[in-house]
């Protein structure tokens, strides 16, 4: 593909490609990388996908011209949309991750002995192998555990049929626009709580406090009236627009503040028992929390 072809989030000045990309909802903001290559640049059915190899974040998923993933820090966010909800449930034995097609969340899950099966309902499956062949930090390359199962197709009909109930559910959604929209609604989530076995766990990323505060509230909001439990915890993930990221956990039984960080693996590279327990101590200027 030449040049010209190729969307205009790529900007070619002289011998220098550069990504840019657009604060999604709000477009009040662009965040600019310097690349070294594009890896690689197809459209699937559902969206524009493009791995680029940047010179500060190394090679990176971006989707419809959204950053999604980075070699660099996508770990902080992989660890922690598995490993909290992992924690707070006594006994998990099924896990599902609904999106996540860059397979980090999967990844971080097969480091618990005690799950039985995982399974990862991801819209596009051209993502999924894009990753794998150019961003096997992240998704691992090939080698997946035995107990992962690719389940392609669309999470929100996914929890609107299963029969079998899980444990934990993790929504690794990209922001809600086009085909992850649903993702972020009320009909989504009570399907998510019929999915999960009584004492379930689910949690969902809602977005940077800095910029979407209103989807942290909704997200809270919608989740409250379908579980006892609610709960937001913060991370750090420098290629995510505002930098803070939020994550919201939901159950009817256990609460997060007791999680039992005991049994964190010892192969995680951002969380620490004391980040399990800590993320959720949250600054003061999320303080309009609903
Ligand atoms: N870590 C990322 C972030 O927060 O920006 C998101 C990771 S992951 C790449 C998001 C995935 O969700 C994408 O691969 C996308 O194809 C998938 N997705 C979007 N809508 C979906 C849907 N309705 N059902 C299942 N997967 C969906």
Not at 48 to 54: C, Q, R, V
Not at 112 to 140: A, H, N, Q, W
Not at 190 to 200: A, F, H, I, Q
Request: proline residues 4%.
């Amino acid at each position: 593909m030449n040049n010209s072809e190729l969307p205009k989030y790529f900007k070619f000045d002289k011998d220098e490609i550069w990504f840019e990309e657009f604060e999604v909802e709000k477009k009040t903001m662009k965040i600019t990388y310097k690349l070294n290559k594009i890896l690689s640049y197809c459209t699937s059915k559902y969206q524009e996908i493009a791995l680029i190899d940047t010179n500060a974040f190394g090679p990176c998923l971006v989707l419809d011209g959204i950053m999604q993933s980075t070699t660099k820090d996508g770990f902080i966010y992989n660890e922690m949309i598995t490993h909290i909800p992992m924690l707070t449930h006594k006994k998990p034995k099924r896990a599902l991750v609904i999106g996540g097609g860059d397979c980090g969340a999967v990844r971080e899950l097969s480091k618990y002995r005690e799950l039985d099966s995982i399974d990862m309902v991801e819209l596009d499956e051209v993502v999924t192998r894009e990753c794998i062949k150019f961003l096997p930090e992240i998704s691992g390359g090939e080698n997946f555990d035995s107990r992962v199962n690719f389940k392609f197709g669309d999470g929100v009909e996914y929890v609107k049929n299963v029969s079998q109930k899980y444990d934990v559910i993790s929504i690794d959604s990209p922001d809600p626009e086009s085909y992850a929209k649903d993702l972020f609604g009320e009909e989504f989530y009570r399907n998510v709580k019929k999915s999960l076995n009584d004492d379930g766990v689910m949690v969902c990323q809602s977005e940077s406090p800095m910029l979407h505060m209103d989807i942290i509230n909704n997200t809270r909001e919608i989740l409250k009236d379908n579980f006892n439990i609610v709960r937001t915890y913060v991370a750090f993930v420098p290629s995510y627009p505002g930098g803070l990221w939020s994550f919201t956990i939901a159950s009817d039984v256990y609460d997060p503040l007791n999680l039992d960080q005991n049994r964190l693996p010892d192969t995680t590279r951002y969380i620490t028992r004391e980040i399990a327990k800590s993320c959720f101590n949250l600054p003061n200027f999320i303080n309009n929390l609903k």
